[in-house]
């Protein structure tokens, strides 16, 4: 019978609620996943350790098993954690936008800011394909989903065709996706805004030559 792992506390069958009931509880939990993002992020998934996140946050073993059972479960957490962030850095920003083609500029020059904040969420988002597809799969649907959302907003307004759909969400999110790879991890030199005014001239234009 397999032992807990990492001074694992042996719940085996039961079944608890780690939501945390205090500020203070809610500050702890921030923390181990801060310290996750950046242990994942250097060590990757498979030599990350519980211990290293712990150690990062400066909280006790403990700590950790209070509100997860595994290194699995802490990473799973991390992917919505993460999404969550991006959502919450993004969603004012595109919101307060005069119309939909600013909304998507705006979106993509926070996107460029956020990777630039953030680099480890490329590698975690990466392997989370392997580590848990469903967490993977389930960031970049809800991600297009707030994208197509927009978009059948403008669309609604009259700011944009009428047509637009999954396939043009997925798009724009397939396009920031690289862009932020690009411009957000491999290059910190280069002006977020003048890129996301390049990429929104061709959302708005397309490849059409102009007379």
């Given at each position: 019978m397999d032992q807990p792992q990492d001074g694992a506390p042996d719940t085996a069958g039961e079944a608890r609620d780690k939501t945390p009931r205090t500020e203070r509880g809610r500050?702890?939990?921030?923390?181990?996943?801060?310290?996750?993002?950046?242990?994942?992020?250097?060590?990757?998934?498979?030599?990350?350790?519980?211990?290293?996140?712990?150690?990062r946050a400066g909280t006790a073993l403990g700590s950790f098993y209070t509100y997860f059972d595994s290194k699995e479960e802490i990473f799973q957490a991390l992917v919505r954690y993460m999404s969550e962030q991006l959502r919450d850095h993004v969603t004012p920003l595109v919101q307060a936008a005069p119309d939909e083609i600013s909304a998507e500029r705006i979106g993509l020059e926070s996107f460029l800011g956020f990777v630039r904040e953030h680099k480890e969420i490329y590698r975690i988002i990466d392997e989370a394909e392997f580590v848990d597809y469903a967490s993977y799969r389930r960031h970049y649907e809800t991600t297009v989903a707030r994208v197509r959302q927009r978009l059948e907003a403008g669309a609604g307004r009259g700011e944009i065709r009428a047509d637009v759909g999954e396939i043009h969400a997925w798009a724009i999110g397939g396009m920031n996706v690289f862009l932020g790879m690009r411009y957000g991890l491999w290059d910190e030199d280069a002006d977020i805004s003048e890129i996301a005014r390049i990429a929104n001239d061709f959302v708005a234009n397309g490849l059409l030559k102009r007379n």
């Open positions: 500050r702890t939990l921030r923390k181990l996943l801060d310290a996750a993002a950046v242990e994942f992020g250097e060590r990757g998934f498979h030599e990350a350790s519980i211990s290293g996140i712990t150690r």
